[in-house]
């Protein structure tokens, strides 16, 4: 067990919904990450946040957006979806978002477009 | 930006066999490279990583080399067990920067034989 909480395991919804996908980092962990993970692309990272504030962004769609809490958990928020939405949605924590830092996985969201 | 290409996509080795998994990368000034193990069901897991400034890295059945000359780092799996069965990421990114430049390679799934 990675400590990193990801809910719902699984979502299935039809084009054009708006679905928000949620993560509790590890104890202690400071920054979050979150990453799209698809047959074709493999893992493609999507946003950073530390201690609240947006730390990068990766090849995230202006639909999607993302926040980190007070209390560090965090929402990846998915609107206006599409069939090539549907994908395995990671999230990630480490202690302070250093490049160097192991990086500790849920066991992801996988998302259903229909 | 940094492309890392990873080899094969898939392979499958007899119990007992070793495992050989190789990656290059693009940008020369990247100088962390990690390796994930993903197995079914759940997220990637941190297996062995390894810094610019060393050319080799063992952890007792797995060891990672790097070539910088070459820009290619290679993941050594000896007397591979069923338990090794997985799908593998190699990664590089660089130092001083977000996690945002860890960019994986698209993985090698690796299947062992009993």
């Known amino acids: 067990d990675s400590g990193v909480t990801q809910t719902p395991k699984h979502l299935i919804t039809a084009t054009g919904q708006r679905v928000t996908l949620r993560c509790s980092p590890r104890?202690?962990?400071?920054?979050v990450y979150w990453y799209q993970q698809s047959l074709d692309q493999g893992l493609q990272f999507l946003i950073q946040?530390?201690?609240?504030?947006?730390?990068a962004k990766g090849n995230i769609l202006e639909r999607f957006s993302a926040q980190q809490f007070p209390d560090l958990h965090s929402e990846l928020n998915l609107s206006s979806l599409e069939l090539g939405d549907s994908a395995l949605y990671f999230c990630?924590?480490?202690?302070?978002?250093?490049?160097?830092?192991?990086?500790?996985f849920g066991s992801g969201t996988q998302l259903s477009v229909l | 930006g940094e492309n890392v290409e990873q080899h094969p996509s898939t392979l499958s080795v007899q119990e007992g066999d070793s495992a050989v998994i190789k990656c290059t990368y693009s940008?020369?000034?990247?100088?962390?490279f990690p390796w994930y193990k993903q197995e079914l069901g759940k997220g990637p897991q941190l297996i062995i990583d390894?810094?610019?400034?060393?050319g080799e890295k063992k952890d007792q059945r797995i060891a990672v080399t790097l070539n910088k000359t070459a820009k290619h780092f290679s993941l050594h799996i000896t007397e591979t067990q069923p338990e090794d069965s997985a799908v593998y990421f190699c990664?590089?990114?660089?130092?001083?920067?977000?996690?945002?430049?860890?960019?994986f390679g698209k993985g090698t799934k690796l299947s062992v034989k009993p």
């Open positions: 104890s202690g962990d400071l920054s």
């Open positions: 946040y530390y201690n609240g504030e947006e730390r």
């Open positions: 390894i810094r610019s400034n060393v």
């Open positions: 940008d020369s000034a990247s100088n962390y």
């Open positions: 990664a590089a990114s660089k130092y001083g920067g977000s996690q945002g430049n860890l960019i």
């Open positions: 990630a924590s480490s202690f302070q978002g250093a490049t160097n830092e192991k990086l500790f």
